[in-house]
Nanobody, 123 residues
Framework: QVQLVESGGGLVQAGGSLRLSCAAS????????VGWFRQAPGKEREFVAA????????FYANSMKGRFTISRDNAKNTVYLQMNSLKPDDTATYYC????????????????WGQGTQVTVSS
């Protein structure tokens, strides 16, 4: 269905910034929301932010609000996650997901997932 490829992860010092990209290809007709999730080893997958694919609504986890910003470029079929003021606790694999979730923060309600991109924040 929808293929998603994340990029932009890497190693950054605490307080720094990273911009993640999620490039979508294939059929997107079954998608109305694109979300970012993250997962650290031994922890559950955690909602970060989401954006409407054809609309303009955005959603953020409370802990991310004010530091992270989600956006999209329709011409490139790409969703971005700008991450500022990064903390060591932000270290995780970040995943892009697409689907038609009733709850944008519920990972089980998304249909398609990328392979993830690693973000490591050092002290």
């Amino acid at each position: 269905q929808v293929q998603l490829v994340e990029s932009g992860g890497g190693l950054v010092q605490a307080g720094g910034s990273l911009r993640l990209s999620c490039a979508a290809s294939g059929r997107t007709f079954g998608t109305n929301i694109v979300g970012w999730f993250r997962q650290a080893p031994g922890k559950e997958r955690e909602f970060v932010a989401a954006i409407a694919w054809t609309g303009y609504s955005t959603f953020y986890a409370n802990s991310m609000k004010g530091r992270f910003t989600i956006s999209r470029d329709n011409a490139k079929n790409t969703v971005y996650l700008q991450m500022n003021s990064l903390k060591p606790d932000d270290t995780a694999t970040y995943y892009c997901a697409a689907g038609r979730p009733s709850d944008a923060g519920a990972p089980r309600q998304y249909d398609s997932w990328g392979q993830g991109t690693q973000v490591t924040v050092s002290s």
